[in-house]
């Protein structure tokens, strides 16, 4: 059976692929609006051309943040041009990705992540001013030997476990101590064996490209547990996809080898955290807008795409660093990125300018968003952003190329900062999103709904009592 994402030109196309590959199972898979895969596991038996035009019925309600029990219906249609096959499931088995449709409206549905990456792709056009966005993003992950919480009236707390963990330097192993582990903060591309993670990441790369990933690399990153596997760039509702094979691919090789995966952005205390830095640019007509005789090669378009991102950063905080969690990454000291500027050279600023060796690759890299970020609604908000930008001429000023954390205080009160809170980005975004409203990408309904599911999670995480207050309050 072919091992790779699978695109069809007629539906009838995809039924004939099913019955030649003896296929068991079709997998329709759809996004939720926090980023999480859902599917429903379709007998070949039943599954149609019918099936693939109309879609198929399913409880809306049960999604978080789409329709209430009473308007329950919603429909899920497969999109034959990105199909790939599943190499977890014990049968036959393809996953489908699809779009959510409103029944009452035939339309497609304005919650829907993907229905909004889609509709960002089709702004860009209509905009006039491009006509492909490329992303690619750089997810870094955790991977643990064995995890445990406990969330409680009269008991809160968590531990993790990991071979490679520093902490373990002293603990006794049945088969011997080794002694070979990162530091902290010194994980940067270890040779084996203080990498002792290669050979599960290498197998992560093998399925991702079975199941049609262009992988480029894959290697240790700054924390002891802590990796990287680099992905080809692609069109933004392609690369969106692509992110969510990688976290499945992720999350249920490191099942297969006993261990746990986690994107959280910040599993750990005193070290790095994970982020998704997100390369972008834009062509029209194969050409590449981004490259110019300006600061760092790029051109005014490019200028003005940066200037748009720095500034409704803190409005996109709320897509690109949807948690609680984000926040404990966006402080300095870890290579967090959380000064708003821009730099061919610094890391330490928000948006950097890579060095390339050919204008085709001139592209601006967004430093401050992290993997558990929903990639539809990331991707479309940056280029929503950029676009602001480039419509209005918002020029980011000029570059630093100093270490912005080595600044004199005074210097850094002049800078702006990205959002030291989930609460602070809401209130950003519920402040400023006209320009998530043009052209019909994000729409009003579904930003109130995205601001009332994350105030849930604010609001349970700001009343929970945490261990340290115990730490340092008990006996005052």
Not at 137 to 146: G, L, M, N, Q, R
Not at 156 to 184: C, L, M, W
Not at 230 to 239: A, F, K, M, N
């Amino acid at each position: 059976m072919p091992a790779n994402v699978l695109k069809f030109k007629k539906d009838s196309d995809l039924i004939k692929f099913i019955a030649d590959n003896e296929i068991e199972f079709i997998e329709l898979n759809f996004t939720d609006m926090r980023g999480k895969w859902h599917h429903s596991a379709e007998h070949h038996s039943v599954f149609t051309t019918d099936t693939v035009k109309n879609g198929l019925f399913f409880d809306g309600s049960s999604i978080a943040g789409w329709k209430e029990i009473h308007e329950s219906d919603m429909i899920v249609r497969p999109d034959i041009n990105k199909v790939c096959v599943d190499p977890f499931a014990a049968q036959k088995t393809i996953k489908i990705f699809c779009d959510v449709y409103d029944p009452a409206t035939g339309n497609p549905y304005n919650r829907d992540p993907r229905s909004i990456a889609r509709a960002a792709e089709d702004h860009l056009r209509n905009s006039g001013h491009a006509d492909t966005a490329y992303f690619g993003p750089e997810a870094e992950f955790f991977i643990f030997e064995d995890v445990k919480f406990d969330v409680s009236m009269n008991r809160v707390g968590f531990e993790i476990d990991s071979s490679e963990g520093p902490y373990n330097s002293a603990k006794n192993y049945e088969t011997g101590n080794s002694g070979h582990r990162p530091r902290i903060k010194g994980g940067y591309f270890p040779e084996a064996p203080v990498d002792s993670l290669s050979d599960i990441r290498g197998e992560m790369v093998t399925v991702m490209q079975s199941m049609g990933l262009a992988v480029e690399k894959h290697h240790h990153e700054v924390a002891p547990s802590q990796c990287e596997i680099g992905i080809l760039y692609s069109t933004l509702l392609d690369c969106a996809d692509n992110m969510q094979i990688y976290k499945h691919v992720v999350h249920n090789v490191a099942n297969s080898y006993g261990k746990t995966a986690t994107f959280m952005p910040k599993p750990i205390f005193g070290d790095n955290g994970s982020g998704m830095h997100c390369h972008q640019s834009l062509w029209k007509t194969g050409k590449a807008l981004f490259a110019g005789e300006g600061y760092a090669g790029l051109s005014d378009t490019a200028l003005y795409y940066i200037g748009g991102i720095i500034r409704h950063a803190r409005a996109l905080n709320a897509f690109t660093n949807p948690t609680t969690n984000s926040y404990k990454r966006l402080v300095p000291g870890y290579e967090a990125p959380v000064l708003l500027a821009y730099s061919a050279r610094n890391r330490s600023a928000s948006c950097r300018i890579p060095q390339v060796n050919s204008p085709n690759a001139r592209r601006v890299e967004v430093r401050f968003p992290d993997p558990l970020a929903n990639p539809y609604l990331a991707f479309a908000a940056m280029l929503m952003a950029g676009l602001d930008g480039i419509e209005n001429k918002i020029h980011p000023g000029e570059a630093i190329d100093k270490n912005l954390y080595a600044l004199p205080e005074h210097e850094l009160k002049r800078i702006p900062t990205v959002c030291g809170s989930l609460r602070e980005a809401l209130d950003a975004l519920r402040a400023n999103n006209k320009f998530l409203l043009k052209g019909d990408v994000f729409s009003t309904d579904f930003i109130d709904a995205y601001i009332k599911m994350k105030m849930e999670e604010v609001e349970t995480y700001e009343t929970m009592v945490h261990p340290v207050e115990y730490h340092m309050y008990y006996s005052s």
